[in-house]
């Protein structure tokens, strides 16, 4: 059973960073691109990015390529997505989803991780 | 970017009733994808490639259109589909996605 897995809530003070995880399980972890997207509260979903785990090659939106960096550890299947200078914007919840490749559709997506900014 | 415009933003269905839903796009795409979202939940695959249905989605969802334009129709409205839906595109980078319609149970 395919199954992403993500850390728990984070809390972070302006101006501060922070990383949550995306453990994969159930399937193979290169074979698979790993898509981040923005949720805030009450709004829409956005893209911000993806990571092919096997190269470790990222693409970006525009909007996030100074705010989320994309790594990914395959010993332990699980991909991160680093937030820095956190403002009150990036209050919002984080979902991994993969896909067969970019541009292809998420047919598994993580539980999210709410993140918010507060001093 | 590729924007999507979903309408209605919200609407009420009756048990029973047929639901359609509609997602028109700034620029011809060549497939539509349609999620479906309850509560705080992370959002299901309902359909891909336009029309085709996701593992275990009922046959009662239904996906079409072409270019610009696509919807996504529930034949007769179920309690369990009150839900936002979004559709989104992956065309053209950065895949974007509808702001989604709020579809509640009347």
């Known amino acids: 059973e395919v199954q992403l897995q993500q850390s728990g809530p984070e809390v972070g003070r302006p101006g501060s960073s922070v990383k949550i995880s995306c453990k994969a399980s159930?399937?193979?972890?290169?074979?698979?691109?790993m898509n981040w997207v923005k949720q805030s509260p009450g709004q829409g979903l956005e893209w911000i990015g993806w990571?092919?785990?096997?190269?470790?090659?990222?693409d970006y939106a525009e909007k996030f390529k100074k705010k989320a960096t994309l790594t990914a550890d395959t010993s332990s299947s699980t991909a991160y997505i680093q937030l820095s200078s956190l403002t009150s914007e990036d209050t919002a919840t984080y979902f991994c989803?993969?896909?067969?490749?970019?541009?292809?559709?998420?047919?598994?997506w993580g539980q999210g991780v709410m993140v918010t900014v507060s001093s | 970017e590729i924007v999507l415009t979903q309408s209605p933003t919200t609407m009420a269905a009756s048990p029973g009733e047929k639901v359609t839903l509609t997602c028109l796009a700034s620029?011809?795409?060549?497939?539509m994808y349609w999620y479906q979202q309850k509560s705080s939940a992370s959002p299901k695959l309902l359909i891909y490639?336009?029309?085709i249905l996701a593992s275990g989605v009922p046959d009662r969802f239904s996906g079409s259109g072409s270019g610009t334009s696509y919807s996504l129709t529930i034949s007769s409205m179920e309690a369990e589909d009150a839900a936002i839906y979004y559709c989104?595109?992956?065309?053209?980078?950065?895949?974007?996605f509808g702001g989604g319609t709020k579809l509640e149970l009347k």
């Open positions: 490639y336009t029309s």
């Open positions: 620029s011809s795409v060549n497939y």
């Open positions: 159930g399937y193979t972890f290169t074979d698979y691109v």
């Open positions: 990571i092919d785990p096997e190269y470790g090659s990222t």
């Open positions: 989803a993969r896909s067969v490749g970019n541009n292809y559709y998420f047919d598994y």
């Open positions: 989104l595109q992956l065309t053209s980078t950065p895949p974007t």
